[in-house]
C-alpha cells in the first residue's frame, strides 16, 4: 500500500497546520492524533526533544490502513492563536476542528474516525468524545486521570526517587521536594489561577488553562468514558512516570474497554533501560526515542484496530 503525506491548513477560529497521512485506498477510516501537553510539533519534536513520537504513531497508523491527521497546537509551529492563553476548552475546540475536517475528506469513512490522545490528548480526545461523534478512541499515558491526580502522582515519586538518592543532592531535594511542600505548590498554582481574571501568563500555564483542568476530575473523566458506549483502548506502562496505570483499574468494568498496563513500559511507550527516574525523565525520553516504540504496544493497538474497524 503506497502511504504519502500532505500538509494541510485547517481553518477553525484559528488555522491550524497539520499533517493528512493517507493511503491509496479509495475510502478509509481515520485516526486523528491529538499530543500531550507543551509545545512540541505535530512529529513530537521541539527544543531539546526530538522525540518524533507522533510522527512514528501516524506511520504505524498509515501502514495499517488508516489515514491518518496530527496538528500542531494553537499557537505554535504552523498554527495560528495565541499559546500562552489557550485553554483546555481551547484545545479541545481545535481537535474537534481537525475531526471535522478529516470527515469531510473525500477518501475517509466519516463514520470511522477514531482519536488517539496521548497525555493530555487523552484528557483531550475524552471530553472531544462527549461533543463530537466518534468512532473509539485510543487513550496513551492518560486514561481516567484528571489534571490534578497526575500532578499528585507526580510528586509522589518524586518524593520517593529522593528517598532513595543519596549523597548531598539527595539531602538537598529532600527538603525541597517533599509530598507535602510539592502539594502546597500545586494548590497555590491553581488558587492563583482560580482568582486571577486573566488568561494569559508569561511566567508560567495560561491562569486560563489551569482553571479548565481544575474544573474536571478523574471521576469526571471516568463517567464520560463510561457513557461513550463506543470501543476504548486505554494503555499505560507500568513505568510510566506521568500517570499512574492503576488509574486504569477505574474504567475496566466498562464494557466495550479494553485497558493494557504493560510492564517496563514509560510515558512514550518505550522499554526504559534501569534508569527510570523522574528527575531525569527528558533525557530518558530523549535517550529512548531512538529505540522503536515497544513492539507489544504496537501489536495490541493493531489488534483492537483490527478488531474494530
Same mark, same amino acid.
Request: hydrophobic share 35%; glycine share 10%; with cysteine.
Given at each position: 500500500?503506497?502511504?504519502?503525506?500532505?500538509?494541510?491548513?485547517?481553518?477553525?477560529?484559528?488555522?491550524?497546520?497539520?499533517?493528512?497521512?493517507?493511503?491509496?485506498?479509495?475510502?478509509?477510516?481515520?485516526?486523528?492524533?491529538?499530543?500531550?501537553?507543551?509545545?512540541?510539533?505535530?512529529?513530537? /519534536?521541539?527544543?531539546?526533544?526530538?522525540?518524533?513520537?507522533?510522527?512514528?504513531?501516524?506511520?504505524?497508523?498509515? /501502514?495499517?490502513?488508516?489515514?491518518?491527521?496530527?496538528?500542531?497546537?494553537?499557537?505554535?509551529?504552523?498554527?495560528?492563536?495565541?499559546? /500562552?492563553?489557550?485553554?483546555?476548552?481551547?484545545?479541545?475546540?481545535?481537535?474537534?476542528?481537525?475531526?471535522?475536517?478529516?470527515?469531510?475528506?473525500?477518501?475517509?469513512?466519516?463514520?470511522?474516525?477514531?482519536?488517539?490522545?496521548?497525555?493530555?490528548?487523552?484528557?483531550?480526545?475524552?471530553?472531544?468524545?462527549?461533543?463530537?461523534?466518534?468512532?473509539?478512541?485510543?487513550?496513551?499515558?492518560?486514561?481516567?486521570?484528571?489534571?490534578?491526580?497526575?500532578?499528585?502522582?507526580?510528586?509522589?515519586?518524586?518524593?520517593?526517587?529522593?528517598?532513595?538518592?543519596?549523597?548531598?543532592?539527595?539531602?538537598?531535594?529532600?527538603?525541597?521536594?517533599?509530598?507535602?511542600?510539592?502539594?502546597?505548590?500545586?494548590?497555590?498554582?491553581?488558587?492563583?489561577?482560580?482568582?486571577?481574571?486573566?488568561?494569559?501568563?508569561?511566567?508560567?500555564?495560561?491562569?486560563?488553562?489551569?482553571?479548565?483542568?481544575?474544573?474536571?476530575?478523574?471521576?469526571?473523566?471516568?463517567?464520560?468514558?463510561?457513557?461513550?458506549?463506543?470501543?476504548?483502548?486505554?494503555?499505560?506502562?507500568?513505568?510510566?512516570?506521568?500517570?499512574?496505570?492503576?488509574?486504569?483499574?477505574?474504567?475496566?468494568?466498562?464494557?466495550?474497554?479494553?485497558?493494557?498496563?504493560?510492564?517496563?513500559?514509560?510515558?512514550?511507550?518505550?522499554?526504559?533501560?534501569?534508569?527510570?527516574?523522574?528527575?531525569?525523565?527528558?533525557?530518558?525520553?530523549?535517550?529512548?526515542?531512538?529505540?522503536?516504540?515497544?513492539?507489544?504496544?504496537?501489536?495490541?493497538?493493531?489488534?483492537?484496530?483490527?478488531?474494530?474497524?
Amino acid at each position: 500500500m503506497s502511504i504519502r503525506e500532505e500538509r494541510v491548513r485547517i481553518e477553525g477560529k484559528f488555522a491550524i497546520g497539520a499533517t493528512i497521512t493517507r493511503n491509496d485506498a479509495e475510502i478509509s477510516p481515520a485516526i486523528v492524533i491529538v499530543m500531550g501537553t507543551g509545545k512540541l510539533d505535530r512529529d513530537g /519534536n521541539g527544543k531539546g526533544m526530538n522525540l518524533n513520537f507522533y510522527r512514528d504513531l501516524a506511520d504505524f497508523f498509515g /501502514n495499517k490502513g488508516f489515514v491518518v491527521a496530527r496538528f500542531d497546537k494553537r499557537g505554535t509551529h504552523e498554527s495560528e492563536g495565541d499559546f /500562552n492563553s489557550t485553554g483546555l476548552n481551547d484545545l479541545v475546540d481545535d481537535a474537534i476542528s481537525v475531526v471535522r475536517y478529516v470527515k469531510q475528506l473525500p477518501y475517509v469513512d466519516e463514520n470511522r474516525v477514531v482519536v488517539c490522545g496521548h497525555s493530555e490528548g487523552a484528557m483531550i480526545a475524552t471530553l472531544m468524545a462527549e461533543r463530537e461523534d466518534l468512532a473509539g478512541l485510543i487513550l496513551l499515558g492518560g486514561a481516567a486521570t484528571g489534571m490534578k491526580d497526575g500532578l499528585h502522582y507526580q510528586s509522589m515519586e518524586v518524593e520517593q526517587q529522593s528517598k532513595d538518592m543519596k549523597g548531598l543532592k539527595g539531602m538537598i531535594l529532600r527538603r525541597s521536594a517533599s509530598l507535602e511542600k510539592s502539594e502546597a505548590k500545586s494548590a497555590k498554582m491553581f488558587e492563583k489561577a482560580r482568582n486571577s481574571g486573566k488568561d494569559k501568563s508569561m511566567l508560567g500555564p495560561s491562569p486560563k488553562w489551569l482553571r479548565e483542568h481544575e474544573s474536571h476530575s478523574t471521576e469526571d473523566y471516568v463517567s464520560i468514558l463510561r457513557s461513550f458506549g463506543r470501543p476504548v483502548l486505554a494503555i499505560t506502562g507500568k513505568s510510566d512516570l506521568n500517570v499512574d496505570y492503576r488509574q486504569l483499574d477505574n474504567i475496566r468494568d466498562i464494557p466495550g474497554i479494553s485497558c493494557y498496563a504493560p510492564d517496563g513500559i514509560n510515558h512514550i511507550l518505550r522499554k526504559v533501560d534501569g534508569d527510570n527516574s523522574i528527575l531525569d525523565i527528558k533525557k530518558q525520553y530523549v535517550r529512548l526515542s531512538r529505540e522503536p516504540i515497544d513492539e507489544d504496544v504496537l501489536r495490541t493497538i493493531g489488534e483492537w484496530l483490527g478488531s474494530n474497524f
